[in-house]
Nanobody, 127 residues
Framework: QVQLVESGGGLVQAGGSLRLSCAAS????????VGWFRQAPGKERDFVAG????????YYADSVKGRFTISRDNAKSTVYLQMNSLKAEDTDVYYC????????????????????WGQGTQVAVSS
């Protein structure tokens, strides 16, 4: 089992930055690929970014490419999402998720493939 806790959300002005953290506890985190998703009330959860177990492969939704950067520190069992040039439409609850899948069996945007989820952290961007 892996337990995930997100932090780093908050209120920021448009054009600003935030860094979200996803801290894992439980078994060895390095065996899990991780994704970030976001969801607004009443809407579906959307893929934001994903990172492979080693951190070599990274994936981004088109809406955040060039603005967000995902990274991980397996020694600290933590995955980060650096969000720059934030826009009002980035306002959402952000969730991190971990999967036991890896390699070609992992499809980062498919939330059904994730086995563990955090409780979410709110990001609000004022225009």
């Amino acid at each position: 089992q892996v337990q995930l806790v997100e932090s780093g959300g908050g209120l920021v002005q448009a054009g600003g930055s935030l860094r979200l953290s996803c801290a894992a506890s439980g078994r060895t985190f390095a065996s899990n690929a991780v994704g970030w998703f976001r969801q607004a009330p009443g809407k579906e959860r959307d893929f934001v970014a994903g990172i492979s177990r080693s951190g070599v492969r990274k994936y981004y939704a088109d809406s955040v490419k060039g603005r967000f950067t995902i990274s991980r520190d397996n020694a600290k069992s933590t995955v980060y999402l650096q969000m720059n040039s934030l826009k009002a439409e980035d306002t959402d609850v952000y969730y991190c998720a971990a999967t036991d899948r890896g390699g070609s069996s992992w499809n980062p945007p498919d939330e059904r493939q994730y086995d563990y989820w955090g409780q979410g952290t709110q990001v609000a961007v004022s225009s």
